[in-house]
T-cell receptor
Framework: NAGVTQTPKFRVLKTGQSMTLLCAQD?????MYWYRQDPGMGLRLIHY???????AKGEVPDGYNVSRLKKQNFLLGLESAAPSQTSVYFC???????????FGDGTRLSIL | EDKVVQSPLSLVVHEGDTVTLNCSYE??????LLWYKQEKKAPTFLFML??SGIEKKSGRLSSILDKKELSSILNITATQTGDSAVYLC???????????WGAGTKLIIKP
């Protein structure tokens, strides 16, 4: 049982480049989330999804887009990377909103 | 503004000591409070607390919620070096599907 899998694990981008982070879960969870974690600031919600085909903005959505075309996958896109988007990105999923979220191992992204 | 504050930010103790980590919150619609442990990678779930005064326990770890004081504590007894981690507190809002996270307490256990 793989749980929540994030790819890639590390990536270095130049300012202005674009990329997509992939999150896949094999637990048949309805809810999926993308967070960023910065030193001293805890986890901040970027976007989330309450089911296949649905997405919604979180606390810090600017500069990011998401898609949930399949229930098991949640993609996070950076359209034009900026140094301020240097962070560790975590994906999480849960069966329903009252249950604990399960996290992937994170993607460390550096924007030069 | 909804917020979750954890204290202390960091803590260094010796193996065998008992530690208490604090989490306080100010949110408009409280549903539950969660504790996670984060070592090098993914945060892993420890406890979910919804009712005030009822202790949740797992081995040497325990946690309790005080809704009157808008706070929770996480206790770890007989600490071991494997307890070294960042402990995260989060509050689940009743009005949406979102968790509000504290900045975490970094706990270091010295042998």
């Amino acid at each position: 049982n793989a749980g929540v899998t994030q790819t890639p694990k590390f990536r270095v981008l130049k300012t202005g480049q674009s990329m997509t982070l992939l999150c896949a879960q094999d637990m048949n969870h309805e809810y999926m989330y993308w967070y960023r974690q910065d030193p001293g600031m805890g986890l901040r919600l970027i976007h989330y999804s309450v089911g296949e085909g649905t997405t919604a903005k979180g606390e810090v959505p600017d500069g990011y887009n998401v898609s949930r075309l399949k229930k098991q996958n949640f993609l996070l896109g950076l359209e034009s990377a900026a140094p301020s988007q240097t962070s560790v990105y975590f994906c999480a999923s849960t069966r329903d909103s009252n249950q604990p979220q399960h996290f992937g191992d994170g993607t460390r992204l550096s924007i030069l | 503004e909804d917020k979750v504050v954890q204290s202390p930010l960091s803590l260094v103790v010796h193996e065998g000591d008992t530690v208490t980590l604090n989490c306080s919150y100010e949110v408009t619609n409280f549903r539950s409070l969660l504790w996670y442990k984060q070592e090098k990678k993914a945060p892993t779930f420890l406890f979910m607390l919804t009712s005030s005064g009822i202790e949740k326990k797992s081995g040497r770890l325990s946690s309790i919620l005080d809704k009157k004081e808008l706070s929770s504590i996480l206790n770890i007894t007989a600490t071991q070096t494997g307890d070294s981690a960042v402990y995260l507190c989060a509050v689940l809002m009743d009005s949406n599907y979102q968790l509000i996270w504290g900045a975490g307490t970094k706990l270091i256990i010295k042998p």
